[in-house]
């Protein structure tokens, strides 16, 4: 059966046919590799006291953490600042990469990653085929989600603090210190260290027990609980999404739940996709006077760009060997509320879910319409790494297909993008006419059709077509 006819029936038949594919699909690639936040393993299921409504002393401890700028050294700045609850736990800013440290002048080099549906990701393993999985950050280098809580406190580019005696003296000052000391107790700010874990652990604990984190109500999730049905377009985006030989996205983006958890739209791994340089980035200009900027590619070779971020192999992440298989991997995110996190990839590089969408299926048959250099030309393909890197790219699988024609017609790409509009939550079958999508999802085949890679101002946030083409 086609999947562009499955749609074109009537409407209990394509939900039944729709709902045997999302209940035995098979394999596909990834579609959205930016990276999601994390959590431990201890985090994988919501907590007692989040589930009759309220939570825990020390998850209500972690939320006033959470939510406090004067734990920065800037006054400025806290996890919220970054991870902005109406927007998916992303930055609201819609920058490529958020602004932090003392002075709240100094960018960072990776997009903020969505904290939603953190608390469900397993820690960092390596498997006995050598396939890695789990972990937080984009690279995964910290092994659990208390442990990557703690990290941008003294990150110099974010919260800043010079130490974490720094930010021990502060959260002594703090009006919730009382509760903070009833749940860790004395011994809990003892010292620098043992204060940090303590915040790490209260922090992991709201994002697992807090509901708005992972609320699961989605216009998907009520379609799957028999509540609403989906447009012809989302029914035909959610067959090309499960559908191995078109857009295949189900092989990480999984669509389908595991026990009594839903579906997370991620299986945690890590893909080398490709993605093309974003010049945006003040890390990526040539001659940046930033001095956490390490000039990692001069030994590299082509294309000869003095920085890369190469993922799981630096600069961030350092017990990965330079060179391997590892360099240019990121961890596949989930795809819950993705219309809300834009924009996309660890490097912010698209700002539309039709210019990753259109990007995917045309990254190797139409190269020029995506790679270009700072000043618009043609760029090499997978300009983002060294040349010498090319072959740890992932040109294996549907949808990529060097040498033919793509997988999706440019309908076919926009009722994907509708698809995924359905992973937005905040859906109510009573009242679907208050549902609020973004107006990206108001995608066309025509608008699939003119997304092109685009050049941006150095803060990452006006946008403006280059005249790159083939």
Partial sequence: MKAEKCGGGGAGSAVWRVSRLVLSAAGCAVLVSGCGGGGDSAGTSTSTPAATGGLSPMAQVGKQIFFDQALSASGKQSCASCHDPARGFTDPNNLAVSIGGPNSDLPGLRNSP??????????????????????FFRDGRSASLADQAQQPFTNEFEMANASADEVLKTLLTRPYLDQFTAVFTKAGIQDS????????????????EDPSFHTFDSKFDAYLAGKTTLTDAETRGLLLFNNPTKGNCNACHISTGKGSTPALFTDFTYDNVGIPRNWSIAANQEGTPLPYVPKNGLALGDPNYSYYDL?????????????????????????????????YFHNGVFQTLDQVVAWYITRDTDPGRWYVKADGTRDVPYNDLPVGFDANVNVAEVPYNPGTAPSLTNQEMSDLVHFLCTLTDGFDPANPSAYRLPAQCNSTAASVGAA????ASASGATLSKTAASE
Wanted: hydrophobic residues 35%; aromatic residues 8%; glycine residues 12%.
């Fill in 114 to 135: 969505s904290l939603n549906y953190a608390s469900f990701t397993p820690n960092f393993k390596v498997d006995s085929t050598g396939k890695a999985s789990g972990g």
């Fill in 311 to 343: 993922g799981m192999c630096g600069p961030l992440r350092t017990d990965f060997r330079v060179g391997g298989s590892t360099c240019g991997k990121f961890k596949v995110p989930t795809l819950r509320n993705i219309a809300l996190t834009p924009p």
């Fill in 193 to 208: 260290a043992t204060a940090m874990q303590s915040i790490g652990r209260a922090l992991a604990a709201f994002q697992s």
């Fill in 452 to 455: 092109r890679i685009q050049t």
